[in-house]
């Protein structure tokens, strides 16, 4: 699992590069970004802290990841960080 606090930089990110990015396009993007900041954790991590290592090898997002991710997401809308318009997008 992606810590919480790196996946929030990572949505952060992926929203200051495009305000308005569709908020169903945000976990691809997170997704990508961290493939490219190379944030998943190793095989020998996974080992270490117990984690199901399949999706992190072929860097992908776990499915926790990815529900971390749309909490977050609603975490920001609810800290006013975030609007949602009314065509969906932010």
């Keep these: 699992m992606i810590n919480t606090n790196t996946l929030k930089q990572l949505v952060l990110e ?47 997002l776990s499915p926790l990841d990815k529900t971390n991710v749309n909490q977050i997401i609603w975490q920001l809308i609810r800290e006013k960080l975030l609007v949602i318009e009314k065509d969906r997008l932010n």
């Design 14 to 60: 992926v929203v200051t590069a495009n305000p308005y990015t569709p908020i169903n396009e945000v976990i691809p993007d997170v997704e990508k970004l961290a493939a490219f900041h190379n944030v998943f954790p190793s095989k020998k991590d996974c080992r270490w802290f117990d984690i199901y290592c399949n999706y992190y090898v072929k860097k992908r």
